[in-house]
């Protein structure tokens, strides 16, 4: 059988105010070619389909082709909820939805009762555990003490041992492949994961999931090995520039007679890169070396030793996906005083400079608002000026 491991598609996520949901659609299809050329008869999705808990219209539609892409490309679906997903919204049509060959595994109750499939060497037993919050799950797990993720999980994986141990006396060449959305001890996060907890208490042990073919891993957002058989595929795109230098995959799993026979590799395409720039303004606008950026999303750093005026708009001249902007005065540069940094300057220039340096460069609308402040200030000071005149 042939399973292809991808997670945290995050639908509806947006990177630093720009709509991905093209970019989200455009590497969802891709998944769906890999399926048809590589012949996949499984996609297993360990959480964060949806990167809010209640998406929008259009993040649905998406989300949806996407699903059917893959089952128009031959392989059923198996997936999970995870900490970013809503179990009840993205559960809600479970049973409809498993008659076209997508299983939603978004409940307690659904843990220890595996979607079965099989292969020519006999039955596959794909058994989820959704996110578990333990607050709020602890209870039906029948581990009312449990405060951590640990506890949590250890009791989900009783359940499953217990079922696997049963389908395995039953018939010995019964094999297993578990989801899960956790964040496992050993794994690297990077910007974009949301913390599932607070502290410690949220990682487990990668031993918790002993005694499983294959582990399909959920949460973090690269490619990581944590065993041979238990693994993090990663998010499809990056959704921070602290992923500018992981290129994304998914993974190929074979499993033969035996149980995890292979795992292989399959880079997903770069819809548009990542490229973090440093510099003046004048360099970043003028010097060939930037060249390779003008088509990523950028965060540019400004060296200038005056923070420069409408930055970036002038920088989106260059660099059209320009999203992110900072300013850093060179290390041994003294402070201006305010008279000199603002000598030569429009009053304009002088308030949409402050708007940028405590927080970003302002809107059109906020331009526009400036400009009749400004104007009803200068007409005040004329009045005062006329009234002073009269005394």
């Given at each position: 059988?042939k399973?292809?491991?991808?997670?945290?598609?995050?639908?509806?996520?947006?990177?630093?105010?720009?709509d991905?949901?093209a970019?989200?659609?455009?590497v969802l299809?891709?998944?769906?070619?890999?399926?048809?050329?590589?012949?996949v008869?499984?996609?297993?999705?360990?959480?964060?389909?949806y990167?809010r808990?209640?998406?929008?219209?259009?993040?649905?539609t998406v989300?949806?082709?996407?699903?059917?892409?893959?089952?128009?490309?031959?392989?059923?679906?198996?997936a999970t909820?995870?900490?970013?997903?809503?179990a009840v919204?993205l559960?809600a049509?479970a049973?409809?939805?498993?008659a076209?060959g997508?299983h939603?595994?978004?409940?307690v109750?659904?843990i220890?009762?595996?979607?079965?499939?099989?292969?020519?060497f006999?039955?596959?037993a794909f058994y989820?555990i959704?996110?578990l919050?333990?607050?709020i799950?602890?209870v039906?797990l029948?581990?009312?003490?449990?405060?951590?993720?640990s506890?949590?999980l250890?009791?989900?994986?009783?359940r499953?041992?217990?079922?696997?141990a049963e389908?395995?006396?039953a018939?010995?060449?019964?094999?297993?492949?578990?989801?899960?959305?956790?964040?496992?001890v050993g794994g690297?996060?990077?910007?974009?994961e949301r913390?599932?907890s607070?502290?410690?208490?949220?990682?487990?042990?990668?031993?918790?999931?002993?005694?499983?073919?294959?582990v399909?891993?959920?949460?973090l957002h690269?490619?990581?090995?944590?065993s041979?058989?238990?693994?993090?595929?990663g998010s499809?795109?990056?959704?921070?520039?602290?992923e500018?230098?992981?290129?994304?995959?998914?993974?190929?799993i074979?499993?033969?007679?035996?149980?995890?026979?292979s795992?292989q590799?399959?880079d997903?395409?770069?819809?548009?890169?990542?490229?973090?720039?440093t510099?003046?303004?004048e360099e970043?606008?003028?010097e060939?070396?930037?060249a390779?950026?003008?088509?990523?999303?950028v965060s540019?750093?400004?060296?200038?030793p005056?923070?420069?005026?409408?930055a970036?708009?002038q920088l989106q001249?260059?660099?059209p996906?320009?999203?992110h902007?900072e300013?850093?005065?060179?290390?041994?540069?003294?402070?201006?005083k305010y008279r000199?940094a603002?000598?030569?300057?429009?009053?304009?220039?002088?308030?949409?400079g402050?708007v940028s340096?405590?927080r970003?460069?302002?809107s059109?609308r906020e331009?526009t608002?400036?400009?009749?402040?400004?104007?009803?200030?200068?007409?005040?000071e004329?009045?005062t000026?006329e009234l002073?005149?009269?005394?």
């Amino acid at each position: 059988m042939k399973i292809l491991h991808t997670s945290d598609w995050h639908i509806g996520r947006t990177f630093h105010g720009v709509d991905l949901l093209a970019d989200q659609s455009s590497v969802l299809g891709s998944i769906a070619d890999s399926v048809r050329e590589h012949g996949v008869d499984v996609v297993v999705v360990p959480g964060d389909i949806y990167d809010r808990s209640i998406p929008s219209s259009d993040a649905v539609t998406v989300c949806n082709r996407g699903f059917e892409a893959i089952r128009a490309a031959g392989a059923v679906i198996v997936a999970t909820s995870g900490n970013h997903d809503s179990a009840v919204r993205l559960g809600a049509g479970a049973s409809f939805a498993a008659a076209g060959g997508l299983h939603l595994i978004t409940r307690v109750g659904q843990i220890g009762t595996p979607v079965m499939l099989s292969d020519q060497f006999g039955p596959v037993a794909f058994y989820g555990i959704p996110y578990l919050e333990p607050e709020i799950t602890r209870v039906e797990l029948d581990v009312p003490r449990a405060c951590t993720h640990s506890d949590i999980l250890g009791a989900a994986m009783s359940r499953v041992r217990r079922d696997l141990a049963e389908r395995t006396a039953a018939d010995p060449a019964t094999r297993s492949v578990l989801l899960a959305h956790a964040f496992v001890v050993g794994g690297e996060a990077s910007e974009s994961e949301r913390s599932i907890s607070v502290g410690g208490v949220e990682t487990v042990a990668v031993g918790e999931f002993d005694g499983v073919d294959y582990v399909a891993l959920g949460h973090l957002h690269s490619p990581q090995m944590l065993s041979e058989s238990v693994r993090y595929s990663g998010s499809p795109l990056p959704y921070s520039f602290g992923e500018r230098s992981h290129r994304k995959a998914a993974l190929l799993i074979e499993l033969d007679a035996a149980g995890l026979s292979s795992v292989q590799r399959l880079d997903l395409p770069v819809i548009r890169g990542l490229s973090q720039v440093t510099g003046t303004l004048e360099e970043l606008l003028t010097e060939s070396k930037y060249a390779d950026s003008e088509q990523c999303y950028v965060s540019a750093l400004l060296t200038d030793p005056v923070r420069p005026v409408d930055a970036m708009r002038q920088l989106q001249a260059r660099f059209p996906f320009a999203v992110h902007l900072e300013w850093q005065r060179p290390e041994g540069q003294s402070d201006l005083k305010y008279r000199d940094a603002v000598r030569g300057r429009t009053d304009m220039e002088i308030a949409r400079g402050f708007v940028s340096a405590v927080r970003s460069d302002p809107s059109e609308r906020e331009v526009t608002l400036m400009a009749e402040a400004l104007s009803a200030a200068a007409r005040a000071e004329e009045s005062t000026v006329e009234l002073s005149e009269t005394a």
